[in-house]
């Protein structure tokens, strides 16, 4: 448990400091600034000041820290993924998460449940056998297992899904976790603002001056900010950026929509994804269940919610858990995912020198939060991309070497 927590409980006065340090003014340069305050951002900040002893360093946020998908997700943590670069990019990130709350002596709620993604078909099994092979290959813990084992680890589903698509079984990953993702945000952004790192909320990037095919400074609606440096992590804006620089990439950005039931006593412990029924379900420590399904299947940039998205997902809940009839839907929202070709991200290094990239996270951005931070800044920091994100790089697309990963992805898109 968390020390913080213990003197909270303890102490008289409100102990409590402060989150952020508020910065009146942007400084007249940087050594780095990092666009965008969502966890990703916020934790290549984190670990350019820990890691890398780079602490002049702007976070800029056109909103609020966390606000983007940071917030727009539903919190699901895994590592068992199609690709060996994939599978080694979140064993890497797993591992990491496990940590984090005492690091940041902030409870992240991060909790272990069990992940299972279920197989309605003989194709869909086959992939789930090829996934649990790459995977025990790298070391995760993932396993195939019958339908059986799905009924015992959720006695509360129809196996049958109302007869439209039976359960013939699941990828069993065992590490699958959840965690608050707003904590994680605060967690990496004080523990910057902590390191000297400025975060600037409320400051819009309005263009990226470049000279000689290098980066110069950035200008914000707060001011112009001389650096050599800038990371890019501001997922469903990613082509509004890359457009400042005439930088071309493969990303569109289609709406990916969730939404929270009313509070109900825990009933469910693993979290469940069907990629045929294009669901996933968990339920968080407040007893609410957290639902998704596929992208909208639409190109936009807004995050609209629709009573389509609504209607369709709890119909197919409804068909794993018909008792769910009566449960009250509270809250909906959606987030603006940065889809790829091939399902990977696109980290490192540009073709514009000292212009960095953290994008293309669709729909599985979350989970590789501590990991895109350390090796982003790793990669900032030594101007050289961190082994582990060589598979993602901007150049595979031009050069045909896609990192395949749409087989990994939750549900189908
Ligand atoms: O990749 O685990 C995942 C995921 C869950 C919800 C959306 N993506």
């Given at each position: 448990?968390?020390?913080?927590?213990?003197?909270?409980?303890l102490?008289?006065?409100?102990?409590e400091?402060?989150?952020?340090?508020?910065?009146?003014?942007?400084?007249?340069?940087?050594?780095?600034?990092?666009?965008?305050?969502?966890?990703?951002?916020?934790?290549?900040a984190?670990?350019?000041?820990?890691?890398h002893?780079?602490?002049?360093?702007?976070?800029?946020?056109?909103?609020?820290?966390?606000?983007?998908?940071?917030?727009?997700?539903?919190?699901?943590?895994?590592?068992?993924?199609?690709?060996?670069?994939g599978?080694k990019?979140?064993?890497?990130?797993v591992?990491?998460?496990?940590?984090?709350s005492?690091?940041?002596?902030?409870?992240?709620?991060?909790?272990?449940r069990?992940h299972?993604t279920?197989?309605?078909?003989?194709?869909a099994?086959r992939?789930?056998?090829?996934?649990?092979?790459?995977?025990?290959?790298?070391?995760?813990?993932?396993?195939?297992?019958?339908?059986a084992?799905?009924k015992?680890?959720?006695?509360?589903?129809?196996?049958s899904c109302?007869?439209?698509?039976?359960?013939?079984?699941?990828?069993?990953?065992?590490?699958?976790?959840?965690?608050?993702?707003?904590?994680?945000?605060?967690?990496?952004?004080r523990?910057?603002?902590?390191?000297?790192?400025?975060?600037?909320?409320?400051?819009?990037?309005?263009?990226?001056?470049?000279?000689?095919?290098?980066?110069?400074?950035?200008?914000?609606?707060?001011?112009?900010?001389?650096?050599?440096?800038?990371?890019s992590a501001?997922?469903?804006?990613?082509?509004?950026?890359t457009?400042?620089?005439?930088?071309?990439?493969?990303i569109?950005i289609?709406?990916l929509?969730?939404?929270v039931?009313?509070?109900?006593k825990?009933?469910?412990?693993?979290?469940?994804?069907?990629?045929?029924?294009?669901?996933y379900?968990?339920?968080s420590?407040?007893?609410e269940?957290?639902?998704?399904?596929?992208?909208d299947?639409?190109?936009?940039?807004?995050?609209?919610?629709?009573?389509?998205?609504?209607?369709?997902?709890?119909?197919?809940m409804?068909?794993?858990?018909p008792?769910?009839?009566?449960?009250?839907?509270?809250?909906q929202?959606?987030?603006?995912?940065?889809?790829?070709?091939?399902?990977?991200?696109?980290?490192?290094?540009?073709?514009?020198?000292?212009f960095y990239?953290?994008?293309?996270?669709g729909?599985?951005g979350?989970?590789?939060t501590?990991?895109?931070?350390?090796?982003?800044?790793?990669?900032?920091a030594?101007?050289?991309?961190?082994?582990?994100?060589?598979?993602?790089?901007?150049?595979?697309?031009?050069?045909?070497?896609?990192?395949?990963?749409?087989?990994?992805?939750s549900?189908g898109?």
């Amino acid at each position: 448990m968390p020390w913080r927590l213990v003197r909270f409980a303890l102490s008289s006065r409100h102990p409590e400091p402060r989150m952020f340090t508020r910065h009146e003014r942007l400084k007249a340069s940087y050594d780095v600034v990092v666009i965008g305050a969502g966890g990703h951002g916020l934790a290549a900040a984190y670990y350019l000041a820990r890691d890398h002893g780079i602490t002049n360093v702007a976070v800029i946020e056109q909103g609020y820290l966390g606000g983007g998908n940071t917030a727009r997700n539903t919190t699901i943590i895994r590592s068992n993924y199609l690709t060996p670069e994939g599978v080694k990019f979140y064993d890497r990130s797993v591992q990491l998460w496990q940590d984090l709350s005492q690091e940041f002596d902030l409870n992240l709620f991060y909790s272990t449940r069990g992940h299972y993604t279920l197989a309605h078909t003989d194709a869909a099994m086959r992939t789930m056998r090829w996934r649990a092979e790459v995977n025990k290959h790298y070391g995760v813990d993932s396993e195939v297992v019958d339908a059986a084992a799905v009924k015992r680890a959720a006695p509360a589903i129809d196996l049958s899904c109302d007869g439209h698509a039976p359960i013939k079984g699941a990828l069993y990953h065992a590490p699958g976790a959840i965690a608050r993702h707003d904590a994680v945000a605060w967690g990496y952004g004080r523990g910057a603002d902590r390191r000297g790192v400025e975060l600037h909320q409320q400051t819009a990037v309005q263009g990226i001056d470049v000279q000689g095919g290098r980066v110069r400074g950035v200008q914000t609606s707060r001011g112009y900010i001389a650096t050599p440096k800038v990371l890019s992590a501001v997922a469903g804006s990613t082509p509004r950026i890359t457009q400042m620089l005439g930088l071309r990439t493969p990303i569109v950005i289609h709406p990916l929509q969730a939404m929270v039931s009313e509070p109900m006593k825990p009933w469910l412990d693993p979290i469940l994804v069907s990629g045929s029924l294009h669901v996933y379900i968990s339920q968080s420590a407040r007893g609410e269940l957290v639902m998704g399904a596929s992208l909208d299947p639409y190109e936009v940039h807004s995050t609209r919610s629709t009573l389509d998205f609504t209607e369709g997902l709890c119909a197919h809940m409804l068909d794993m858990f018909p008792f769910l009839s009566s449960v009250k839907v509270v809250r909906q929202w959606a987030g603006m995912a940065d889809m790829t070709p091939d399902f990977a991200p696109i980290m490192g290094k540009t073709p514009i020198e000292g212009f960095y990239i953290d994008a293309g996270w669709g729909t599985w951005g979350f989970k590789a939060t501590p990991i895109s931070g350390k090796t982003m800044a790793h990669t900032v920091a030594h101007d050289r991309p961190h082994e582990l994100i060589q598979g993602f790089s901007l150049e595979r697309f031009a050069n045909y070497s896609l990192t395949g990963e749409k087989g990994a992805a939750s549900v189908g898109h």
